[in-house]
């Protein structure tokens, strides 16, 4: 099963005794391996639609298809076999070893003893865990450790659909940035639909190739791409609940490769004095790049350095920060932002410079509001495209800005 | 006579109303005087044993709690409490130091030692660390903290304790009579004098005694647990809690 | 009256147990002291007592156990059901063995079941008051996260809740395993023998009671034991924690 769509036609949901609905009217349609993310302030229903999908909760009217398919025609325990779930407790058995925990699904469905271990090695493996682990108990392993069995868990009977509620919600900030990354990059290659609950908006832009906004009592307040909730919210409570910087989050969907970039002007130790100041005249910052033989940045030159006939190694300060390629734009500014410097070099894989991060180009990015604007999936996908390897070297190494290291 | 239907226990209830002849026929027995008297000394060894265990074990309880060390021994004497049989523990003292109401006594403050001591070390090692924290921050010493914090805090626990240690020592109260002390377990003991129908009737009044005490003390129990506590407690769990004490150790 | 002027049950027991130390030549049992040498020498007296109270102590355990724990699922089930249950087991619990035993002998009629009901019936809260709490002390992500992956109510009862709850449930079985120990002491009450009766027999003499209490203690230690082994061979993963 690859993915499926899933429709939201007029739901309702009413609790019995309550005056209002916790659901009303809502509509939206998720494409097949898209992530969709329900997002809004808490008692805006978010959950409790995600909920309406696998029947934990069964809705008053309208109608949910999956695969066009109501789901109210299947029985309940058959359905949620069918769709994987994730939620924010992780919700492991603790009694039960990681492999007995991920194989839950597959046990359930009957699958033969030779079928569920080899499903059970493949998702170890999928999400960068040793196979070893698998005889473990949960509590012997890290919190971030435990996410992913929990996330192996949900994709064990390969669901055309996950459902995921708040899945890092308890994690601290470096490794929720961790897991969301090795996430997107493993959805690069899945590509299931998504269901993705959070209260988080930054999360929302983040993951989401589709953002629903609910408001109070589960009224769908915009249902967009990422950059389209960022530059045209529809009403006043999308714009706050985007927040008041919501052009600066518009950094977080850009990588510095999308933007217009300096040309710099690099020179070696040794070459020519004169022909290294020729240079300036084409390049867009009046300051000599000082490059290794293999062209990677070692610092910006002072006018000594330039007195003699041939370039010395004399530097009026290190090349800090160097940028790279496939940063996101808002981390490459922060960067320079904290080096109190108004410029850095731009490398690619190779570690070689390819141009200069500047704050005016940066300022430039921000102003210019038409071009289509990539979402996160789509450059995880492009990533992952471009680089066979990618999604387990990804997920297994224990390095913080995976996306950027492709 | 609406005795005879109940059989025996039409008897035995006859028997704690009315007095009667004894077994062998010299002297009268029975009838709520003499019931009386049983339950009144039943009463006092009781209440005696547990405030003189009270006085020893909740202060060291407290104080254990509060430095929060020794906590193998303070959960250890409970263990060990529960493994000694209470039977053996009140002829243990008969046959080594002899009889008399000093001596049961003093077996069954040894008795209520343990759930008192225990609970007190719980109780206060149970109460949020942060709450704690937050008094030293705003300025209580140490003994402030102990009795103004931690005391308030863990006396649903520390009460749990007291209740479970009085219904022990009542309900092993019947066996002292072995050692010379009239309590309602005398007629259970000597049935050649008070016949079957006055053992079985003091086994009603022991069962009734012991309810009724326990009864009590959970409503004494209601009254002093602090205002916070009762409306910040989870619906079920705690209330749970404050109704049926866990019953750490049995003994009669 | 005298302070031992005990039964004529209890006067007959006594001759039996122990007519070959009434007014024994030897002065040590004679002067009611402690007397290793009598206590080796008359070991196998107690041997009979123990059995019976191996007996009184395993067999209401094991009823009891499956009994509160039928009890305690159904209260998980159906969450009114657990006050009152509550209530009863703890009534139970608080009435004085002694008495139990005798009303229920009125009842039930003297031996050995007799003994068995009533030490069942002390059992109940103990246990049933931790398989309970076990079960309520299952995190509810991990019961949601069972049902959101399609498992049944029964299969999530048995499969989740239950092993879950283990160490609680055991927590209490121990507590029982100890109390049951001690409260089957007056078991003799219901005549159902054991240990006690051989306390009661002969209270005055030293060497018999520390004899038998001290049986009865390594009683109670051994079924603790026993049954934290078992709880050990059952939950390997909380071995995998303290590691």
């Known amino acids: 099963m690859q993915a499926a769509t899933l429709e939201f036609r007029h739901v309702h949901k009413q609790y019995p005794g309550a005056d209002k609905p916790a659901i009303a009217d809502l509509s939206f349609r998720v494409e097949a391996g898209d992530i969709c993310v329900l997002v809004g302030p808490s008692g805006c229903g978010k959950t409790t639609a995600m909920r309406l999908v696998n029947r934990m909760i069964d809705l008053t009217s309208g109608e949910i298809l999956l695969d066009g398919r109501s789901v109210m025609e299947r029985r309940p325990a058959e359905l949620r076999r069918e769709v994987g779930y994730a939620i924010q407790q992780i919700g492991l058995f603790p009694h039960r070893t990681i492999a007995d925990n991920i194989a839950t699904v597959p046990k359930l469905l009957n699958w033969d003893k030779t079928r569920t271990k080899a499903r059970v090695e493949e998702l170890l493996d999928l999400i960068g865990l040793d196979r070893s682990l698998g005889r473990r108990y949960p509590a012997q392993l890290s919190g971030g450790q435990r996410q992913r069995v929990g996330v192996a868990r949900a994709l064990a009977a390969d669901p055309p659909l996950l459902l995921m509620d708040e899945p890092f919600g308890a994690i601290d900030p470096i490794n929720r940035e961790r897991l969301q990354n090795e996430f997107l990059r493993l959805q690069g290659e899945l590509r299931k639909t998504v269901v993705f609950v959070t209260h988080d908006i930054d999360e929302a832009i983040k993951m989401g190739d589709k953002i629903a906004i609910l408001k109070e009592g589960g009224h769908l307040a915009q249902y967009a791409t990422p950059s389209e909730l960022l530059m045209y919210p529809a009403d006043k409570f999308v714009e706050d609940f985007v927040g008041a910087d919501r052009a600066l989050k518009r950094l977080a969907l850009q990588r510095v490769r999308d933007i217009d970039l300096w040309k710099a002007a690099t020179v070696r130790t040794g070459e020519d004095s004169a022909a290294a100041k020729a240079k300036l005249a084409d390049a867009d910052l009046p300051y000599l790049l000082l490059v290794d033989d293999r062209g990677r940045p070692k610092g910006w030159l002072s006018d000594r350095a330039l007195s003699g006939e041939r370039i010395v190694e004399d530097l009026r300060s290190s090349a800090d920060p160097i940028v790279e390629m496939d940063d996101i734009l808002r981390d490459a500014l922060s960067d320079l932002l904290a080096a109190d410097t108004r410029y850095g070099p731009v490398v690619d894989e190779a570690g070689a410079v390819r141009g200069i991060l500047s704050l005016e180009a940066v300022g430039h990015a921000l102003a210019a509001t038409g071009g289509h604007v990539p979402t996160a999936t789509e450059l995880a996908r492009e990533s992952a495209a471009h680089d066979g390897r990618a999604t387990a070297d990804g997920l297994s190494s224990g390095s913080g800005s995976d996306l950027a290291r492709s | ?252 | ?243």
């Open chain 2, 1 to 252: 006579m609406i005795h005879a239907a109940l059989g025996p226990f039409g008897d035995a209830i006859e028997f704690i109303f009315k007095e009667r002849e004894s077994q062998a026929g010299t002297v009268r027995v029975g009838g709520l005087g003499e019931i009386w008297d049983f339950t009144s000394t039943h009463l006092l060894l009781s209440f005696t044993a547990t405030l003189i265990a009270t006085a020893i074990a909740l202060p060291l309880g407290i104080w254990l709690g509060h430095i929060g060390r020794f906590q193998f021994l303070a959960t250890s004497i409970s263990n060990i409490g529960r493994a000694v049989p209470a039977l053996g523990l009140i002829v243990f003292f008969i046959a080594f130091l002899g009889v008399g109401f000093t001596n049961v006594c003093a077996a069954l403050v040894l008795l209520a030692i343990p759930p008192i001591l225990t609970n007190a070390y719980v109780g206060v090692r149970g109460v949020d660390p942060e709450t704690v924290d937050a008094a030293r921050g705003v300025g209580l010493t140490g003994t402030e903290i102990a009795t103004r914090v931690e005391l308030p805090l863990a006396l649903p626990t520390i009460m749990n304790g007291i209740r479970i240690a009085l219904v022990s020592v009542i309900a092993t109260a019947t066996i002292a009579p072995l050692a010379n002390v009239d309590t309602l377990g005398r007629p259970i003991i000597s049935p050649n004098v008070y016949g079957t129908a006055g053992q079985l009737g003091s086994c009603i009044v022991v069962a009734l005694v012991t309810l009724g005490a326990d009864g009590a003390f959970a409503a004494l129990q209601r009254a002093v647990t602090p205002k916070g506590l009762k409306v910040g407690q989870r619906p079920k769990a705690r209330r749970f809690a404050l109704k049926f004490p866990i019953p750490t150790r049995s003994t009669t």
């Open chain 3, 1 to 243: 009256m005298s302070g031992l002027a005990v039964t004529p049950v209890l006067a007959q027991l006594s001759d039996d147990f122990f007519g070959d130390r009434q007014g024994a030549a030897d002065r040590c049992p004679g002067n009611n002291e402690l007397c290793p040498g009598w206590i080796v020498d008359n070991f196998t007296d107690y041997l009979n007592p123990l059995w019976e109270h191996v007996l009184l102590s395993v067999i209401p355990l094991a009823i009891g156990f499956v009994l509160a724990t039928g009890l305690a699922m159904l209260a998980h089930r159906y969450p009114k059901l657990a006050p009152p249950f509550l209530a009863f087991v703890s009534i139970l619990f608080t009435i004085p063995s002694i008495a139990f035993y005798l009303i229920l002998i009125n009842v039930t009629g003297r031996g050995f079941a007799t003994a068995v009901v009533a030490l069942t019936a002390y059992t109940q809260v103990l246990i049933f008051r931790n398989v309970l709490t076990g079960l309520r002390e299952v995190p509810q992500g991990t019961v949601e996260a069972a049902q959101g992956m399609g498992m049944s109510s029964r299969q999530i009862l048995f499969g989740v809740e239950l092993p879950m709850a283990l160490p609680t449930i055991f927590a209490g079985l121990r507590i029982a395993a100890s109390s049951t120990v001690g409260i089957a002491g007056f078991a003799f009450f219901a005549g159902a023998g054991g240990l006690g009766q051989s306390i009661f027999a002969d209270p005055r003499f030293r060497g018999n009671v520390v004899a038998a209490s001290v049986l009865m203690i390594l009683l109670a230690a051994a079924l603790e034991l026993a049954v934290l082994a078992v709880q050990r061979a059952l939950t390997p993963w909380q071995r995998a924690v303290s590691r």
